[in-house]
């Protein structure tokens, strides 16, 4: 059996996430029993969400044991197999984790899932055509709703969710406004993404500048709101914000570090009777084949074009997930295991 590289989490942070958090490990794959499959992993995702489970407070989640495997989504192919519907050399994705090879109990209902790569690459199934993807689908059909002609606004724009967001929400007819960090990603949302506008938050660093700037972008102000953020971004967004409007709550990354996230003016939910909804895709699992149809559609025919971002090696693991807290990578944020 092969040797296996992980990373775990070896300590809590303290404030901001360092790379002395984690350690490198190496262990011995088991020997395989009845209805397990070994999965050597092509690529990790690396995903916003995981820093919040780092910590060992309250939260949606359980957070990351010490000791253990960093838990993430993976892709990869079967290299050996004792399920009868698993074959060597099948395409699947999974949880297996921040490590080269993952044993998966194969009868264990969603542990794995067989993809076809002949029209959709397979780093996507992490991306567009996975969680990430999946994500913006519900946050804009289930909780936004939007109406042809409506003006949708999301942050980190050029991100997987993102991405995402603005080809679902184009395919419905919306204004599609986007928010991302410096002049290539913005000139991406829009040139290749097809957004409507996006506007460079580096450029806008407070509220007073920030709304200015959603104002021109959005001239008849903000119908839907798609929030990765939080922080002044929020506040500004509030205040473009139409009657009824509404709001998809899918994370919080300004305040991953722990510190709160005040609101400078919630009194504009209740003038704008609006509707803030948070949710947690993994809770809404009845809805992934609708949305991961409509999603693999629009990459197989060009609509959606994600971009990624690609460390080499499991080793660089930890800079490229501090990186991404960052906002340091462009597109899906995924590490390259083969």
Known sequence: MPTNKQIHLDNRPEGEAVASNFKLVTAQTPELKDNQVLVRHHYLSL??????????SKSYAQPQPLGQTMQGGTVGEVV?????????????????????????????????????????PLSHYLGAVGM????????LVKIIAPKAGETMVITAASGAVGSAFGALAKARGCRVVGIAGGADKCKYVTD?????????????????????????????????????????????????ANAFARVALCGM???YDGQPLPLANPALILINRMKIEGFIVSEHMEVWPEALTELGTLVGTGKLKPRESIAQGIESAPEAFLGLLKGRNFGKQLVKLI
């Open 47 to 56: 995903d916003p969400y995981m820093r919040g489970r780092m910590n060992d």
């Open 192 to 240: 290749e993404l097809g957004f409507d506008a996006c506007i460079d938050y580096r450029l806008h660093p407070d509220v007073k500048s920030m709304s200015a700037a959603l104002k021109e972008a959005c001239p008849n102000g903000i119908d839907g709101y798609f929030e990765n953020v939080g922080g002044y971004i929020f506040d500004a967004v509030l205040l473009r």
């Open 132 to 139: 990430p993807g999946v994500t913006a689908w519900y946050g």
């Open 253 to 255: 990354i300004a305040g």
């Open 80 to 120: 050996e197999s004792k399920h009868p519907k698993y074959a060597v050399g099948d395409k699947v994705v999974g949880f297996g984790g921040w490590q080269e090879y993952s044993v998966v109990d194969a009868s264990q209902p969603g542990a794995l899932k067989k993809v076809d790569t002949t029209h959709v």
